[in-house]
């Protein structure tokens, strides 16, 4: 029956391995169209594509796997093409659509037999993939691993939106069982958690302007009055950054003239204009939670131009595996701007000028400053 496995983990894509011998299993020629393009580099076109696509639990292994080229490859996931119990290729019957002409031609052709016959695509997926493509109906009883729950838009080729009854919230793909078919929704019967929204790595919520063009100043000022009453340092400059870059773009306003507007304590334009650094700094998130603190990243802001360097910067920092105070960061900072070089007896001297310093470990403090330095440079020596 379809989909009556376990899909192993949540992989979106093929590993390297199995990209490569689906590559080597059809000699880097396209299943359907059997066509082999190369860039003048002598790089095939073709490319690993999912029979049980990778959102749906599909899993990475070469029997759920066709190579294929571009095209043909959008006309598999996109509805035009799929395979019948022989491996032979099936069209979409639509006349009328842009697009049939071209996919009819491949219709009952067979599929490229590949090299090792045992990991031709196998039954189960190619099923999966007529049922989800809408090449086959889905009936009651039906059981499906489906997937796609992070995003919340579960829905078929066709339109119609999945609605798994039962399934957990931070259920990803899971197995299901077809218990009502209408010509909106198809209803399921959650039967197992295959995989689970990983417990690390907080939701990125959807900002306020996503599907506007005009920008509400109300709106924005209770959602960066909301994300200053939840987060705290980093976190927070990277949200409001988020949302000020958003706001700026389709606004169209300055930093300054957008801190006048929402007329908010702290969003200074100084202060839009950093958090919107920090947000760049980091796109996928990925500063650490209890690493540099955003005063310390505000100080290197103070000295390097580039979003780059600051990045560089930072992880020069946390690569020594103790972040800088804010302190540390300012002497360092203090010293490259004033184009000295940063030798033992100017950062000593650097270091002496702040109380906090002398009072806590000023040898420690020196060493510190002079790794990361160390570190800096030689992350620019190629250049
Ligand atoms: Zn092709
Ligand atoms: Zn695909
Ligand atoms: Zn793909």
Not at 96 to 101: E, F, L, Q
Not at 242 to 262: D, H, P, Q, T, V
Request: net charge negative; hydrophobic share 30%; charged share 30%.
């Amino acid at each position: 029956m379809a989909g009556d496995w376990t899909a192993s983990r949540f992989s979106g894509e093929f590993s390297a391995d199995t990209k490569q011998n689906l590559r080597d299993l059809y000699s880097n020629r396209c299943a359907i169209c059997r066509q082999r393009y190369e860039s003048p580099f002598g790089h095939p076109e073709t490319e690993a594509a999912h029979i049980h696509p990778a959102q749906h639990g599909g899993p990475d292994r070469e029997t759920n796997g066709l190579l294929l080229c571009r095209r043909c490859h959008w006309g598999f996931d996109s509805g035009w093409l799929s395979l019948d119990g022989d491996r032979r290729i099936v069209v979409a019957g639509d006349e009328t659509v842009s697009g049939y002409d071209y996919f009819n031609q491949f219709r009952d052709q067979s599929l490229l037999t590949p090299s090792t016959a045992d990991l031709r695509p196998a039954e189960r997926f190619i099923e999966v993939h007529r049922k989800l493509f809408g090449f086959e109906p889905i009936e009651r009883g039906d059981r499906l691993t489906i997937g796609g729950l992070r995003s919340g838009e579960l829905s078929l080729a066709d339109g119609r939106r999945v609605c798994i009854e039962g399934a957990p919230d931070e259920a990803l793909v899971v197995n299901c069982t077809v218990t009502a078919v209408g010509s909106e929704q198809v209803r399921c019967a959650h039967h197992r958690t295959l995989e689970t929204r990983p417990a690390t790595g907080p939701e990125i919520p959807d900002t306020p302007f996503d599907n506007t063009t005009e920008v509400s100043f109300d709106e924005l000022s209770n959602r960066i009055q909301e994300l200053k009453d939840d987060y705290v340092g980093v976190t927070q400059k990277w949200e409001w950054g988020r949302i000020f870059r958003k706001a700026r773009i389709k606004s169209g306003l300055s930093y300054e003239e957008i801190a006048e507007k929402i007329d908010l304590e702290g969003a200074s334009g100084l202060q839009i204009e950093r958090s919107e650094r920090v947000y760049e700094m980091f796109p996928e998130r990925e500063f650490e939670e209890d690493g540099l603190s955003y005063s310390a990243i505000a100080e290197l802001q103070r000295v390097f131009d580039s979003t780059d360097d600051i990045r560089v910067a930072y992880d020069c920092i946390i690569e020594t595996g103790h972040p800088l105070t804010v302190k540390e960061t300012r002497v360092w900072v203090e010293i490259m701007m004033a184009d000295a070089d940063v030798t033992r007896e100017i950062v000593r001297e650097e270091v002496e000028t702040y109380e906090e310093l002398r009072r806590g470990d000023p040898s420690e403090s020196v060493r510190r400053i002079l790794e990361v330095h160390a570190k800096y440079e030689s992350a620019y020596e190629w250049e």
